[in-house]
């Protein structure tokens, strides 16, 4: 069904469905995986991949604007000016000035739960690489990662865009300031 004919908790229930159905296919991967996947260095608190653009779906953004209408307004106008502020900002531009993503907060995802598809697959088995990719502000800097996880969840992502039709993905601040409408 296009987005364009699909409810706000359409697109809600469509992103949560996905999401849970791609976590448990990465749970039944890790269950054989755990050797190849002990190289991963991802950790708490550490934020140096959460300055790059991330691309999401509108089902996912939707999701992520509903969350944040629940949110106080303290909160919400707080993340609301990140998101003004970041969105159309190139990853290039980001780094070089260390704008970090506006649901960053106290050097942990505050969307952790629903975060996108990008970030699930996003993982490092070098943090000193992500480190030097910052650094440097390039974007094309080699971080080793782990294939898998990144191809699961970009997988589930492009299967997601193609349920939703043309036009139907963007940029996350951009996307989720629209879906906020
Ligand atoms: S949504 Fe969360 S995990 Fe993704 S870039 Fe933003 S803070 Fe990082």
């Keep these: 069904m296009p987005t364009m004919t699909m409810t706000r908790e359409q697109l809600s229930a469509l992103a949560t469905e996905s999401l849970t159905a791609a976590e448990e296919a990465f749970a039944a991967h890790r269950q054989h995986a755990a050797p190849a996947m002990s190289r991963i260095q991802c950790v708490a608190g550490c934020e140096y991949c959460c300055h790059i653009s991330v691309g999401v779906t509108a089902a996912e953004a939707t999701l992520i604007a509903g969350h944040l209408a629940g949110q106080s307004r303290l909160k919400r106008d707080a993340v609301l000016r990140g998101l003004k502020r970041v969105a159309g900002v190139a990853t290039g531009a980001r780094l070089a000035k260390r704008i970090a993503c506006p649901f960053l907060a106290k050097k942990s995802c505050s969307i952790y739960a629903i975060?996108?598809?990008?970030?699930?697959?996003?993982?490092?088995?070098?943090?000193?690489?992500?480190?030097?990719?910052?650094?440097?502000?390039?974007?094309?800097?080699?971080?080793?990662?782990?294939?898998?996880?990144?191809?699961?969840?970009?997988?589930?992502?492009?299967?997601?865009?193609?349920?939703?039709?043309a036009g139907a993905s963007g940029e996350l601040c951009a996307m989720v300031l629209k879906a906020l409408g």
Excluded: H, K
């Excluded at 990008?118 to 992500?130: I, L, M, P, T, Y």
């Excluded at 782990?146 to 299967?159: D, N, S, V």
């Design 115 to 165: 975060r996108p598809f990008a970030c699930r697959g996003w993982n490092s088995a070098d943090a000193e690489a992500c480190r030097r990719m910052l650094e440097t502000a390039d974007q094309g800097f080699p971080v080793p990662v782990y294939r898998p996880q990144r191809e699961l969840f970009a997988g589930a992502a492009a299967a997601l865009a193609d349920r939703l039709g």
